[in-house]
Each structure stands twice: as structure tokens, then as C-alpha cells.
T-cell receptor, first 109, second 113 residues
């Protein structure tokens, strides 16, 4: 079993829909990251969370440390949001990130 | 442009060869991280350098090595290349340690034929 599990693996939605991507982890962490990888391959760091909730534009990330779970929400989704979204955790005290397998999001116009 | 520069963007080489990937971190960042992204394994952490010294090691093969130079740029050396080494190699940088967040480069796509 992977230390970081994401669901769903693939998600297709219509423009304007509210999107939720989930991330569960099985180990103690010091931080959780949400990353976005576009078809060209480049990776952008969206959020780093250690507790609570963060918002940036139409993106919202939440984390529940007790339940070892995080969600990434996209409101009013747009075709340009189509990308692979990757959850990654920094294990407590360690420097390395452990990555989920990613969620491929496709938003159709 | 994220501020992290990786060269080359694409590299095609034959099995058994050796290549060097280069990463210049964002200005002011002292830490450099190398990651490998392959189709079957996803993203995996290889190694981290902080201000010229190795800080953490992940799933890096013995055929691979890295270093960070006094000007803080880093190089990842891959030798005795195998077909399975074909992957995207990403570099990321952060101010100090990963608690400050990361900035990723655009990656080097390595194809071993």
C-alpha cells in the first residue's frame, strides 16, 4: 500500500463544475503539498499545508491531520484547469517528499 | 518562468552512456532537490543538497550521483544508462529546508535508446 493515496485517479467534468480531489496518507507528516502538472510536464506548487485551510483564487486546500486526509477543491472549473494534480507529503523530520500517483483532471467546455 | 532553470530540456542517448543534467536554483534558494518521474513509478525523490552539502538521500541508484557547486547550481550525473532510466528528471529549490515550500524547474526529459 502506498503511503499516499489519491482519489479519483481520473476525473472528467464540465466547465463550471465544483471539483474535489482527495488525498489520504498513512504516516505522520510535517506538511502536505498540492502540485499541478500540465501536459507539457512542468510542475507548479499550489499549496503547502500543515493545518487548516488555504485559498488561492478558485483553489481551496484543506487538511485534517487527525484523519490524515486532505482535499483540493476547484470552484467554477475551467478547461485551463485540466492537468494532473499531485499530492505530496513531507514525512515528519525528513526532507524528502513522498508523492501520490496523481489525479488526471479534464474539464470539458 | 519559475526561476529554477534546468538544462537540457530534452536528451536522447544510448544505453551504457553517461549524461549530466544541470539545475540552477531560484535566486536566494540554498536547497536543491532532484526528483525522477517515470511512467510506472510516478514521482520519486532522489537526493537533496543544501548549501553544497548532501542533506537527504532517497531512491537514488548507485549509478547516479549529484553535487552542488559553490555557486549553488547542481548537477545530476547518470551513468551506465539503461532503458529503464528514461524519465523526466525534475529539480526543485527552496530557501532552506522544505518547510518553506518548493519551486520546480521545467524538467529534463531523458530518453535512453
Amino acid at each position: 500500500k502506498n503511503e499516499v493515496e489519491q482519489s479519483p485517479q481520473n476525473l472528467t467534468a464540465q466547465e463550471g463544475e465544483f471539483i474535489t480531489i482527495n488525498c489520504s496518507y498513512s504516516v505522520g507528516i510535517s506538511a502536505l503539498h498540492w502540485l499541478q502538472q500540465h501536459p507539457g510536464g512542468g510542475i507548479v506548487s499550489l499549496f503547502m499545508l500543515s493545518s487548516g485551510k488555504k485559498k488561492h483564487g478558485r483553489l481551496i486546500a484543506t487538511i485534517n491531520i487527525q484523519e490524515k486526509h486532505s482535499s483540493l477543491h476547484i470552484t467554477a472549473s475551467h478547461p485551463r484547469d485540466s492537468a494532473v494534480y499531485i499530492c505530496a507529503v513531507r514525512l515528519g523530520g525528513a526532507q524528502k517528499l513522498v508523492f501520490g500517483q496523481g489525479t488526471r483532471l479534464t474539464i470539458n467546455p | 518562468d519559475s526561476g529554477v532553470t534546468q538544462t537540457p530540456k530534452h536528451l536522447i542517448t544510448a544505453t551504457g552512456q553517461r549524461v549530466t543534467l544541470r539545475c540552477s536554483p531560484r535566486s536566494g534558494d540554498l536547497s536543491v532537490y532532484w526528483y525522477q518521474q517515470s511512467l510506472d513509478q510516478g514521482l520519486q525523490f532522489l537526493i537533496q543538497y543544501y548549501n553544497g552539502e548532501e542533506r537527504a538521500k532517497g531512491n537514488i541508484l548507485e549509478r547516479f550521483s549529484a553535487q552542488q557547486f559553490p555557486d549553488l547550481h547542481s548537477e545530476l550525473n547518470l551513468s551506465s544508462l539503461e532503458l529503464g532510466d528514461s524519465a523526466l528528471y525534475f529539480c526543485a529549490s527552496s530557501v532552506a529546508d522544505s518547510s518553506y515550500g518548493y519551486t520546480f524547474g521545467s524538467g529534463t526529459r531523458l530518453t535512453v535508446v
